[in-house]
C-alpha cells in the first residue's frame, strides 16, 4: 500500500506561480510512475502532467505546456509541480497518483492523494 500527500496549494493571483509537492510512503518510489490531475467544481477530472519513474519522461496535457513543470526526487520519495503564470481557469483541487507506468488515464492510478486546492484569482 501508498500514501501520497500533497501540499502546496493556496491562493495566489493570476501570473503568480506555485510549487505543489507529493509525498511518497509505504511503498518503493522509484518504481511508480508519477502523475498529477486536477477537478473545479462541476467538471471531471483531469490529467495535468506525468513523469515515468526515472524522471527521465514527462507529459503535459497541452492547456498548462510552457507553463508547468513536473519533476521527481526518488531520494526524498517526493514528486512536484511547479506551476507558473497561473490562470484563474487553473483554479481546482490538484491530486497527485501513482501508477506502475506512465500514462494519462486517471482510471489506471492505483493510488491517490487526498488533494490540495489551488485558487488563481484574477
Known amino acids: 500500500q501508498a500514501q501520497l500527500v500533497e501540499s502546496g496549494g493556496g491562493l495566489v493571483q493570476a501570473g503568480g506561480s506555485l510549487r505543489l509537492s507529493c509525498a511518497a510512503s509505504?511503498?518503493?518510489?522509484?518504481?511508480?510512475?508519477m502523475g498529477w490531475f486536477r477537478q473545479a467544481p462541476g467538471k471531471e477530472r483531469e490529467f495535468v502532467a506525468a513523469i515515468n519513474r526515472s524522471g527521465r519522461s514527462t507529459d503535459y496535457t497541452d492547456s498548462v505546456k510552457g507553463r508547468f513543470t513536473i519533476s521527481r526526487d526518488n531520494a526524498k520519495n517526493t514528486v512536484y509541480l511547479q506551476m507558473n503564470s497561473l490562470k484563474p481557469e487553473d483554479t481546482a483541487v490538484y491530486y497527485c497518483?501513482?501508477?506502475?507506468?506512465?500514462?494519462?488515464?486517471?482510471?489506471?492510478?492505483?493510488?491517490w492523494g487526498q488533494g490540495t486546492q489551488v485558487t488563481v484569482s484574477s
Open positions: 497518483a501513482a501508477r506502475r507506468f506512465v500514462g494519462r488515464s486517471a482510471a489506471e492510478y492505483e493510488y
Open positions: 509505504g511503498r518503493i518510489f522509484s518504481s511508480y510512475a
